[in-house]
């Protein structure tokens, strides 16, 4: 099944879904952490695109679908339509889930017929309720994690107090549901009801910040605007706006810079539209694009350690060998694609160069009593843990640690082959 948006208030009110399993993917490697936090706003082309409906698409060979791969290395990711309801696609939610992430939808209400249905919202406090319960139980229904609340028409002055209380039931209900949620207020309307963006967190702003876990600023930014910012709320609880398309905001492939200040600050980031490099260059290779964009922010940001190791993986990044991509058919991925490590066409991770180390995967620091990996290959390999000198495996592509110890990283050490590739990858522990 295909999810859809929400695009009606009435629709919204007659939702009657409960909890579902079809949609429920539970949250894995995740671990809560204290710090600045990364969210990707994923925004292209309007949303609910083909190549992410449950069927796929069919591309032409060599042509390549928007494919986002750097899960380890975000905290929140926001699916963003200009629906009145935005739901993440199942299969967003099962990726996010599986690799740790949060997953949020949005509530959007824009100019005059956003203001219309704001009107209605908050015609009482029996209303706004309803509508809370009802964006709650849409969550609970397809699994995700919260919302981003994004208000972009003015407000009556005399319904902001319903308001900031619609902010806060949405964010309590939602955790009361779910001890995960995050509900993100986006920098737009004011107390005074007035649709004008800040760029920062202040006097104006700050009760709607209050009512929900975090703030989300908009683009325009300059660096007093964020020295300001710290003076009204938790550094990570503010999310610096970065606009990839650099509408406001140095961005595009010089994104770096805009998160040297955003850690400057000790602050969180919201990234908006890294789907940019699929609509500014369509013709490119999209895995190899991705690397070239995010590994100019990788000495920005954290890459979460997995919290299990208990799982297996082909890395398939849901371009079929046929080009036709799946969104269902994407796996765990590794932590940090590079150009001498990443997937190609088809199941399985390519790693370029003879006697090379590759760092696979970094771990939680996780005791284990006995560990085993079954770590299948085209050519000869080589496995380290913790950094210890490489061991040959057991046979049959099986490494085992019949010790109790501390698992903290995987490294693959290759020989002499130029590429070798890694079909499939398992691990398990006692």
Not at 107 to 124: P, Q, V, Y
Request: include cysteine; charge should be negative.
């Amino acid at each position: 099944m295909t999810v859809l948006p929400i695009d009606t208030l009435e629709e919204l009110w007659e939702f009657e879904g409960g909890k579902e399993e079809e949609y429920h993917e539970p949250l894995a490697h995740f671990k809560p952490h204290s710090g600045p936090q990364i969210l990707v706003c994923h925004d292209m082309r309007g949303g609910y695109l083909e190549e992410e409906s449950t069927e796929g698409k069919q591309f032409d060979a060599e042509k390549y679908p928007y494919m986002f791969l750097n899960w380890w290395q975000i905290d929140i990711f926001n699916y963003f339509s200009h629906h009145f309801v935005t739901i993440p696609p199942e299969d967003y939610t099962r990726i996010a889930h599986k690799h740790g992430v949060l997953s949020l939808g949005t509530f959007i209400t824009e100019w005059d017929s956003g203001k219309e249905i704001c009107s209605k919202i908050l015609g009482n406090e029996k209303v706004m309720e309803k509508t809370v319960d009802k964006l709650v139980a849409v969550a609970n229904h397809y699994g995700f994690d919260g919302w981003l609340i994004n208000i972009e028409n003015e407000i009556d002055e005399g319904k902001i107090e319903l308001l900031i209380e619609f902010c806060a039931s949405l964010t309590r209900k939602s955790k009361e549901s779910n001890k995960n949620s995050k509900v993100i207020w986006y920098d737009s309307v004011l107390h005074s009801g007035k649709l004008k963006w800040q760029n920062a967190l202040n006097a104006d702003n700050n009760k709607f910040y209050n009512a929900c876990d975090a703030i989300y600023l908009n683009y325009n930014w300059k660096d007093g605007d964020l020295l300001r910012s710290a003076e009204f709320g938790i550094l990570e609880r503010i999310f610096v706006g970065i606009d990839v398309w650099a509408r406001g905001c140095v961005g595009e492939f010089d994104c770096d810079k805009s998160f040297a200040l955003a850690k400057l600050f000790h602050m969180s980031v919201a990234l908006f539209g890294p789907g940019w490099i699929y609509e500014k260059f369509e013709e490119y290779n999209q895995i190899v694009w991705g690397i070239q964009f995010w590994s100019k922010l990788y000495p920005y940001i954290r890459t979460r350690p997995l919290t299990s190791a208990n799982f297996s993986t082909n890395f398939h990044t849901g371009m079929e060998e046929n080009w036709r991509y799946r969104l269902s058919s994407v796996e765990l991925q590794p932590q940090k694609l590079t150009s001498f490590c990443h997937q190609v066409v088809g199941s399985g991770l390519t790693l370029f160069g003879r006697n090379r180390n590759f760092l696979l995967f970094n771990f939680d620091s996780l005791p284990f009593k006995k560990l085993k990996i079954v770590c299948k290959s085209d050519s000869p390999i080589k496995i380290s843990f913790n950094k210890s000198d490489p061991i040959e495996h057991s046979g049959s592509f099986t490494w085992f640690i019949e010790e109790p110890g501390s698992l903290e990283s995987i490294t693959i050490h290759t020989t002499s082959h130029d590429e070798t590739v890694i079909k499939s990858f398992q691990i398990s522990t006692d």
